[in-house]
């Protein structure tokens, strides 16, 4: 069954970067790496995604080493309104059973 | 802009009642979705269909059935609902598989059924 383990919440402050890591040991050859940062009362919403090395967009970069087996969602000067919980998502089954872990609870702190 | 729309924002229904969610999107995808979500649970994958009248069984699916007549409807069925089945409900769709856009779901606002 897909599985991938993330830190279960994390604190941070304001103006510091953030780095989540998330761990997929048994991810497939054609699996992309998909995050997503969900709000209270809110569906979660897609914010980066990403196959090899290194992809940067307005709101986070996403790392991901040679092996693939982890990735790093970092988020640079985070604010108060960066608080939410993080789901790193990758579909390891060919019947598109799309399985989201518990996520990342991350709390910035004033 | 709203492109995946749960008809019912708050539920609140009795022990045995049989209960509709609605799920409708407007960006033509294949792939729609039902979670549920409760504390410390994260999303937990109940049904989903990648085809009109077509459905496959997420993690969950016991006390739920699912109907998807049209492309781009998808309702989610509690025949008698339960006081287990207070939770937070989440539609979602994505484009068909075979690439990374798949796994780039567009979620609903959610619907919180109460059941008492």
């Known amino acids: 069954l897909a599985k991938t383990t993330q830190p279960i919440s994390m604190d941070s402050y304001e103006g510091q970067e953030v780095n989540i890591t998330c761990s997929h040991n048994?991810?497939?050859?054609?699996?992309?790496i998909t995050w997503y940062q969900q709000f209270p009362s809110q569906g979660p919403r897609f914010i980066i995604q990403?196959?090899?090395t290194k992809v940067t967009n307005e709101v986070a970069s996403l790392f991901i080493p040679a092996d693939r087996k982890s990735s790093t969602l970092s988020l640079p000067r985070v604010s108060l309104s960066d608080t939410a919980v993080y789901y790193c998502?990758?579909?390891?089954?060919?019947?598109?059973?799309?399985?989201f872990g518990k996520g990342t609870r991350l709390h910035i702190l004033p | 802009d709203v492109k995946v729309t749960q008809s019912s924002r708050y539920l609140v229904k009795r022990t045995g009642e049989k209960v509709f969610l609605e799920c409708v999107q407007d960006m033509d995808h294949e792939n729609m979705f039902w979670y549920r979500q409760d504390p410390g649970l994260g999303l937990r994958l109940i049904y989903f269909?990648?085809?009109?009248?077509?459905?496959e069984k997420g993690d969950i699916p016991e006390g739920y059935s699912v109907s998807r007549e049209k492309k781009e409807r998808f309702s989610l069925i509690l025949e008698s609902a339960s006081t287990n089945q207070t939770s937070m409900y989440l539609c979602?769709?994505?484009?068909?598989?075979?690439?990374?856009?798949?796994?780039?779901?567009?979620f609903g606002a959610g619907s919180r059924l109460t059941v008492l």
């Open positions: 979602a769709s994505s484009p068909l598989s075979g690439g990374s856009g798949a796994n780039v779901l567009t």
């Open positions: 998502l990758v579909v390891l089954n060919r019947d598109d059973k799309i399985i």
């Open positions: 048994n991810i497939a050859t054609n699996d992309y």
């Open positions: 990403g196959y090899k």
């Open positions: 269909s990648y085809d009109v009248k077509m459905k």
